[in-house]
């Protein structure tokens, strides 16, 4: 069974950086995909930033420049490295690990979301 445990978050003023980690259970090349996610309350669930098994890396706009995402294959940990924060960075981070199929829906696993506050 896949686990992903996440940690990093807190409370940071505008400006300021975190980092996040998410641990997997089992080797991270396994899966063809890991991301980060973010959810608001009244918002859909957001794609923040996704690397693939290959090292191709994918950010949306709102976050380029300023997070980074990148893995440590010996800890099976993925990592997301948020600077120049801002208060709309204020969401439930949450980590992602896919596994594609042939011909049906990919097998995603989730951790358990870590809280991200940027105060102004």
């Known amino acids: 069974q896949v686990q992903l445990v996440e940690s990093g978050g807190g409370l940071v003023q505008a400006g300021g950086s975190l980092r996040l980690s998410c641990a997997a259970s089992?080797?991270?090349?396994?899966?063809?995909?890991m991301g980060w996610y973010r959810h608001t309350p009244g918002k859909q669930r957001e794609l923040v930033a996704t690397?693939?098994?290959?090292?191709?890396?994918n950010y949306v706009d709102s976050v380029k420049g300023r997070f980074t995402i990148s893995r440590d294959n010996v800890k099976n940990t993925v990592y997301l490295q948020m600077n120049s924060l801002k208060p709309e960075d204020t969401a439930v981070y949450y980590c992602?690990?896919?596994?594609?199929?042939?011909?049906?829906?990919?097998?995603?696993?989730w951790g358990q979301g870590t809280q991200v506050t940027i105060s102004s």
């Open positions: 089992g080797s991270i090349f396994s899966f063809d995909a």
């Open positions: 992602n690990a896919r596994r594609d199929r042939a011909y049906d829906p990919p097998d995603d696993y």
């Open positions: 690397l693939t098994r290959t090292g191709v890396r």
